[in-house]
């Protein structure tokens, strides 16, 4: 089992950054792949980047694709988001989660385990 704790959301204006951060622990953290969901209000849980447990492979959300950027730090047990030019359709509380199954999916149902969320607010 894995514990994953979210940081680094936070208002900010449109066009600016953040980087949001998901440390593990529990079992070995480069066991698993890693995935960053989000939601806003009224919405389901919609799919953002997924990276491989080595880092080798990306996938991204079209909405996403070109400004943000997933990575994984194995010995701090981190993964990553990075977020340029965010939008006002960017906000919404985001949610790292892990996939030990390798399914490569972008699905929710698809993550055994999940952190609590970090909120991203983007004002115009």
């Known amino acids: 089992q894995v514990q994953l704790v979210e940081s680094g959301g936070g208002l900010v204006q449109t066009g600016a950054s953040l980087r949001l951060s998901c440390a593990a622990s529990g079992r070995t953290f480069s066991y698993y792949d890693m995935g960053w969901f989000r939601q806003a209000p009224g919405n389901e849980r919609e799919f953002v980047a997924r990276?491989?447990?080595?880092?080798?492979?990306?996938y991204y959300a079209d909405s996403v694709k070109g400004r943000f950027t997933i990575s994984r730090d194995n010995a701090r047990n981190t993964v990553y988001l990075q977020m340029n030019s965010l939008k006002p359709e960017d906000t919404a509380v985001y949610y790292c989660?892990?996939?030990?199954?390798?399914?490569?999916?972008?699905?929710?149902?698809?993550?055994?385990?999940w952190g609590q969320g970090t909120q991203v607010t983007v004002s115009s």
């Open positions: 990276i491989r447990w080595s880092g080798s492979t990306t």
């Open positions: 989660a892990a996939d030990s199954l390798y399914r490569q999916g972008n699905l929710a149902s698809e993550y055994n385990y």
